[in-house]
């Protein structure tokens, strides 16, 4: 943070606490001790102008910097500054809304500016918007830590101990403040803020991390809340035991499958009983590993049980063919990036991993040797046979921190409101009947697989996040949630060979007639799903410098490996594709993934022609008829030529872009899913609409592919692009 003014300016004392003594001195401090009195005159500056990577259009942001202490048994020691940002209220302010995205570790000071986007932009009339980066995050003191450089080749024992050297060497740079990264004492900085900024309570609104928080919190400050809300809860308890009540709630999952499975034996032939199934899947797990064999089952198990035939599809296509299996599940050195990386988890600076460990290691009484990973993996695996070996990690992420002491949690008389998403992954909703009865309050049940999105604009049952805030109104029972198509596979399974999975599109290897078994492939997708973003209105990109990464599906949707070539073209003038040749040929796709390129067909679909479309991210094929062929399609200030509309079973949703269009018959590729009218507008993006001369159409719910015969007259020899041939038609540069 640039230029950030200060309330007040305290020097910076240096503190040579040891890492046992300052456990000792921060556990034992009473609840009240961040109640001293603090000097008055918060000065606030526009944070775009204090701070040189805010959002430059944020014109209501206000930044401050509050010191507080390191060590509150020591108010007068040394000072650390916490970044606090405000967006006032617009008319007559009755107290404070306080929010926090979690992580835990995640920056703070945007969430204030967020919260205007969410059902609580209406409580802005009456209550500041508060945001705090917690020490060790964002704008605040924080440590900058390198992660340990692996080469690969190390064992599992001798990664862990890297692990653990790189911890002690961050923790060695400022173990005052490294150990001092917990919540009760982000609690008591929460608190010292409230008390600077002249609130008597606060309400708190806290999610995913933040609700640890919250709960931390209220359980030492009980009497300065007025209203919190916590939605996707973590764990009250330790991380392993977090973990142990986690793994529980999947394994009863695996076996309402296996119950399942036992009942479908004459399509899948794994047993006729749900101990047979088991035992079945038993050898299958041995054969493929832990860590394949989860890759087999659907993440969000339960939320669907539809999808239970895509994870029974997989697990017999594994058991018949013999085939490897490629693991999508997080590895040791990585688990918690990815997740984090999927739900927004990023850092001002280079320290979240480190902080994020240090709040929950510094509350982990858990084990720190290798010897505990070891221990607890086999009791873990015995008593859960189904479970994977990277619900381990908490052991892994705080080798080499010293062991911490749990949260004090407690229940208390302030207004309380739980909610948990049933099926979710990330927070699973165990923890949140755990943290329930370990504090109390309300709990209200979502039936979806969602993470922390109560307060969402686009979500019916937010509405009750409003009504609690505003007068207090509990939320009890359950509430339908988000609809399961925005977690998992919305349509219907089928066959998914010659498909291939790309960040967030669809798309397919394709083969021309002309092509030879030692051509190098081709791979075809939408010109909007182009690596590099959508080109513009009449643009055509032929510059062969762009790479494309995707992942080659099995025919029952499993990812069996990668595919990497470059762009060759991409439009969206006249038409929607983009064009790539792979680095591998087609017999070498063959021969390592066992599946067949799509036949490009030269002639177009025609108005009632069965058709399917196979969406590789979303693993759904939709089976229809080409309804009919439209003379220009309109789309914001795109158009297409002769595009196919489907018939209304062809219900393709987002996420669909790129799929193949095949003959139902023939397997022939016709056309490419290009787009659908969602919301009934008229000619916009994402709501295309049908001009035929002078008329204007529009079929809401309608899904619509470009035709792609003209792509089979451009290719020349050794399966190039020539767009100068005379047959070829496409659009040039």
């Not at 979690?102 to 000071?109: I, S, V």
């Not at 911890?167 to 001092?180: N, V």
């Not at 394994?251 to 399509?267: C, E, I, M, P, V």
């Not at 493929?288 to 035939?309: C, H, K, Q, S």
Request: hydrophobic residues 35%; contains cysteine; charged residues 25%.
């Amino acid at each position: 943070m640039q230029n950030i003014l200060r309330y007040s300016t305290v020097p910076s004392i240096a503190a040579g606490i040891s890492v046992a003594a300052s456990l000792i001195t921060l556990s034992a401090v009473p609840a009240d001790a961040a109640s001293t009195p603090a000097p008055e005159g918060v000065q606030w500056e526009l944070c775009r102008d204090a701070v040189s990577d805010w959002n430059r259009n944020d014109n209501r942001s206000e930044c401050t910097l509050i010191p507080v202490p390191v060590d509150y048994s020591k108010p007068e020691g040394r000072k650390i500054d916490i970044a606090v940002s405000r967006v006032k209220a617009t008319g007559k302010r009755t107290g404070a809304l306080f929010g926090n995205p979690g992580g835990p570790g995640l920056a703070g000071t945007t969430s204030a500016r967020e919260l205007l986007s969410s059902r609580l932009a209406p409580m802005n009339e009456t209550l500041d918007f508060i945001g705090i980066d917690t020490r060790g995050t964002g704008y605040s003191a924080q440590i900058s830590c390198d992660e340990p450089e692996f080469q690969g080749s190390e064992t599992e024992e001798e990664t862990f101990e890297m692990r653990a050297s790189t911890k002690r060497a961050c923790i060695a740079k400022d173990p005052a403040l490294a150990l001092s990264i917990s919540m009760e004492n982000a609690a008591r900085d929460m608190d010292r803020i409230r008390q600077v900024l002249g609130f008597d309570k606060i309400n708190f609104y806290g999610n995913s991390g933040g609700t640890a928080l919250g709960a931390v919190y209220r359980s030492m400050f009980d009497k300065r809340v007025d209203r919190m809300w916590l939605d996707s809860i973590m764990s009250p308890a330790g991380q392993s035991a977090a973990v142990e009540a986690e793994v529980a709630a999947y394994d009863a999952g695996y076996r309402r499958f296996f119950k399942w499975l036992a009942g479908k034996d004459s399509t899948y032939g794994f047993g006729t009983s749900p101990k047979k199934v088991a035992s079945a899947l038993k050898e299958l797990q041995k054969k493929v590993g832990r860590e394949g064999f989860a890759a087999l089952l659907d993440t969000n198990l339960e939320a669907i049980p539809d999808r239970w035939e895509r994870s029974a599809a997989k697990l017999m296509e594994v058991r018949d063919s013999g085939a490897e299996v490629t693991s999508t599940q997080p590895n040791a050195d990585n688990a918690d990036n990815a997740d984090r990386k999927a739900f927004g988890f990023g850092e001002m600076g280079r320290n979240y991993g480190f902080t994020h460990d240090a709040f929950m290691c510094n509350a982990s009484p858990d084990g720190r040797t290798y010897a505990d990973l070891v221990r607890i993996r086999k009791e873990r695996q015995a008593k859960y046979p189904f479970s994977t070996d990277f619900n381990n990690e908490p052991v892994a992420n705080c080798a080499g921190w010293p062991a911490g002491k749990p949260w004090a949690l407690k229940p208390g008389k302030s207004r309380l409101q739980l909610s948990g998403h049933k099926f979710e992954t990330v927070t699973p909703y165990v923890w949140a009947k755990m943290m329930h009865e370990k504090i109390g309050g309300s709990l209200l049940t979502v039936m979806d697989a969602e993470h922390s999105t109560m307060k969402s604009n686009d979500f019916a049952c937010g509405s009750k996040v409003l009504d609690f805030f505003r007068d207090g109104t509990p939320a009890k029972g359950s509430c339908a949630g988000f609809p399961a198509d925005r977690t998992g596979p919305p349509g219907p399974a089928g066959n998914m060979a010659g498909t291939v999975k790309l960040p967030y599109c669809s798309a397919s290897l394709v083969r021309p007639r002309t092509a030879r078994d030692e051509d190098k492939a081709l791979l075809l997708t939408n010109g909007h799903c182009h690596p590099a973003g959508r080109p513009k209105p009449g643009e055509v990109i032929t510059d062969k410098n762009a790479v494309i990464e995707g992942t080659v599906m099995s025919p029952a949707g499993r990812e069996l490996g990668p595919v990497t070539g470059r762009i060759l073209y991409a439009t969206m003038t006249g038409t929607d594709i983009t064009l790539a040749q792979l680095d591998s040929t087609y017999a070498e796709i063959q021969q390592k993934y066992k599946v067949e390129a799509f036949p490009l067909a030269s002639s177009s679909p025609v108005p009632g022609q069965k058709i399917k479309v196979a969406s590789s991210f979303l693993e759904s094929v939709w089976s229809c008829q080409a309804e009919a062929v439209v003379p220009t399609l309109k789309e914001g200030d795109y158009t297409s030529t002769h595009a196919i509309r489907y018939a209304k079973e062809c219900d393709t949703r987002p996420g669909s872009s790129g799929s193949p269009v095949i003959d139902a018959e023939t397997r022939e590729l016709v056309a490419v899913n290009s787009t659908s009218n969602r919301d009934g507008k008229e000619c916009e993006l994402n709501n295309p609409c049908e001009v035929d001369g002078t008329v204007t159409t529009v079929h809401q719910g309608r899904g619509y592919a470009t035709q792609t015969a003209a792509i089979a007259a451009c290719i020349g020899d050794d399966n190039t692009l020539d767009l100068k041939r005379q047959e070829c038609t496409l659009p040039r540069p």
